[in-house]
């Protein structure tokens, strides 16, 4: 399993941008997904998720209503819309992937990307 991810880079506070992360060796449509991040000196916090079950999605009340998790089963692609961004959203970013997840936690997750940072000024 591999998993890349893209998208990331320096943003003014209230801008935008979008992460992506290609999987391959697996077929996401089978698989929950979700991004955590983790900034400097802090561990690493589940941003937002969709289970393998009922496909429901999970946000974290610091990115609700500003981020936006989804899958292009096609392409095998997810991505994390961001927008209205935060000095506080400041932190690496990763993808993971995994079978039979209902939970949005690290330990849930076996399958990650090597991380792409976001960095946000105020």
């Known amino acids: 399993v591999q998993l890349v991810e893209s998208g990331g880079g320096l943003v003014q506070s209230g801008g935008s941008l979008r992460l992506s992360c290609a999987a391959s060796g697996i077929t996401l449509a089978h698989y929950a997904i979700g991004w955590f991040r983790q900034a400097p000196g802090k561990v690493r916090e589940g941003v937002s998720c969709i289970s393998s079950g009922d496909g429901n999605s999970w946000y974290s009340d610091s990115v609700k209503g500003r981020f936006t998790i989804s899958k292009d089963n096609a392409k095998n692609i997810m991505y994390l819309e961001m927008t209205n961004l935060k000095p506080e959203d400041t932190a690496v970013y990763y993808c993971?992937?995994?079978?039979?997840?209902?939970?949005?936690?690290?330990?849930?997750?076996?399958?990650w990307g090597q991380g792409i940072q976001v960095t946000v000024s105020s």
């Open positions: 993971t992937t995994e079978r039979g997840v209902a939970l949005c936690r690290p330990d849930e997750y076996d399958h």
